[in-house]
């Protein structure tokens, strides 16, 4: 798993370009390959978000809030939120971010250890900083519907 995503990523030669450009949204690289094509897909997507989840299970800061979570079932709303965010076929079905975490009390600190949980997922499996930082200024916006 983790050779092929290497290889699906490093094979892409993204510039800063686009980030400079402006775009927001689903990015597309020069090389016309998709953040979700560049990530390798959904299996890579699946890797990563199931250590994120070992990695936020670990994280004493903030797993207590997720003691009666169903964990498979967010894993997979999970997947299937950053499969349609970067450009992949998939459909959220989970609940919108803003009531989900609605009443939680969710502070910077929590949201900042949460991003932390996700980049040590991403950097185990050598996401290169393009894709890293690309999928981060995806969901970096969504702080104003889940902070309170
Ligand atoms: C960009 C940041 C975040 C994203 C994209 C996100 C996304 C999600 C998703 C997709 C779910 C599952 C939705 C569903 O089952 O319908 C979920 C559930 C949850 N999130 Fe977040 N979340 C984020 C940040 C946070 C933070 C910072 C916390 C608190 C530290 C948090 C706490 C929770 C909890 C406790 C649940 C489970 C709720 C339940 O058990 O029903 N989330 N989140």
Redesign the pocket.
């Known amino acids: 798993m983790q050779k092929s995503i290497r290889q699906t990523m490093i094979l892409t030669g993204v510039g800063l370009a686009l980030m400079m450009t402006g775009c927001s949204g689903v990015e597309t690289a020069p090389s016309g390959k998709s953040l979700y094509d560049r990530l390798g897909g959904k299996p890579a997507i699946t890797a990563v978000v199931d250590q994120f989840v070992v990695n936020v299970a670990n994280d004493t800061r903030?797993n207590g809030?997720?003691a009666?979570?169903?964990i498979p079932?967010?894993k997979g709303?999970?997947v299937d939120?950053v499969c349609m965010a970067t450009g992949g076929s998939c459909t959220y079905t989970?609940?919108a971010?803003r009531p989900?975490?609605a009443g939680?009390k969710?502070t910077d600190g929590?949201?900042s250890?949460?991003?932390g949980d996700l980049v040590a997922a991403l950097d185990k499996f050598k996401v290169p900083a393009q894709e890293k930082n690309e999928l981060l200024g995806i969901?970096g916006p969504?702080?104003k519907d889940?902070v309170e």
Do not use: N
């Open positions: 903030i809030r997720f009666t979570t169903d079932k967010m709303h999970l939120q989970g609940r971010m989900l975490h939680m969710i929590d949201f250890a949460l991003v969901l969504l702080k889940i």
